[in-house]
């Protein structure tokens, strides 16, 4: 078992991975708490696919299961990086799709689909809802982290984009639907630092809203190799982004499961306590496993 961690009040969890072993790499988790616990989703690589996994405690899932893969969502090849939201009775996710050779320019674009259930996922439309277009965007547009905003009604989306190995920057877009997405002109939203842990590159993003503003939990990069996790606030949760002075605030751990690097967060506040799921690797392997906060304030 590993010996737990603790950076900036963060504390990894002693049974870390909570999955992974036996059923390969998972990665990019969206967790969703239930009145019957935790729904886990995530990126089945050795599956191609997006899967669930559920848990009563959010520490032991059950196994995992497709909810959705690339033979029902068109011309990809790989489906993954799922962003999952409750509202109006569905559930609908936003998700990356690696596309088929011969199809139109751009390797991952970013898709949406909907489930009355949430264990069974149908694709709203063929086509892709987000497509690298800007020059900053390149040829992949991925990792949809989406919010619904009852007050304006709106979907907010942040994602990231550039190379398809690691994307580069953080980009914002709003929806009435869901399907039909308006980028902000003024993309990219968030950049890597001028120096430091996360010199190279940012992405993977969750955005949370509070009352008074919006907390992101981001990768950071030194190098395409070396990552991991740091925080940053904004009043509006578009510009403005202020780093957390204690960041990163998870990190590789040497010799352990998330030895190499530590990506895409997922964070949960259950009134008393934060928990904060990611996926870290050590060689070619990725698992998932998570860090806890004590209280509320960050």
């Known amino acids: 078992m590993n010996q737990p961690e603790k950076k900036g009040g963060w504390i990894k969890y002693a049974g870390n991975p909570v999955l992974g072993g036996d059923y390969g790499v998972c990665f990019d988790v969206c967790v969703l708490r239930q009145e019957s616990g935790y729904r886990m989703y995530f990126s089945w690589r050795d599956k191609g696919s997006i899967a669930m996994a559920e848990s009563r405690d959010g520490y032991t899932f059950d196994a995992p299961r497709i909810v959705l893969a690339p033979g029902d969502a068109g011309e990809v090849e790989h489906v993954n990086r799922p962003a999952v939201v409750c509202h109006g009775g569905r559930y609908h996710m936003w998700y990356t799709g690696q596309i088929k050779p011969g199809m139109p320019d751009g390797i991952s674009y970013i898709f949406y689909a909907a489930s009355d259930d949430g264990e069974h996922f149908t694709p709203v439309s063929q086509q892709p809802v987000i497509r690298p277009e800007a020059a900053w965007e390149k040829s992949a547009v991925m990792s949809p982290h989406v919010l619904f905003d009852g007050e304006q009604q709106l979907y907010k989306m942040w994602y990231s984009a550039g190379e ?42 969750q955005v949370i809203r509070r009352k008074e503003d919006y907390i992101m939990f981001y990768i950071g990069y030194r190098n395409d190799d070396a990552a991991r996790i740091g925080m940053a606030c904004s009043k509006n949760g578009i510009d403005g982004w202020v780093r957390h002075p204690g960041n990163p605030i998870v990190s590789p751990d040497p010799g352990a499961w998330d030895g190499d690097a530590c990506y895409k967060p997922y964070a949960l506040f259950d009134g008393q306590n934060w928990r904060l799921y990611y996926n870290g690797r050590k060689g070619g392997v990725e698992q998932i496993g998570l860090a806890e906060y004590a209280g509320a304030d960050l």
Do not use: M, T
């Open 164 to 205: 398809n190995y690691e994307p580069n920057a953080i980009g914002y877009a709003v929806s009435h639907d869901g399907l039909h997405w308006e980028k902000y002109p003024r993309n990219p939203v968030f950049i890597a630092a001028g120096q430091g842990w996360d010199s190279h590159k940012v992405a993977g993003c």
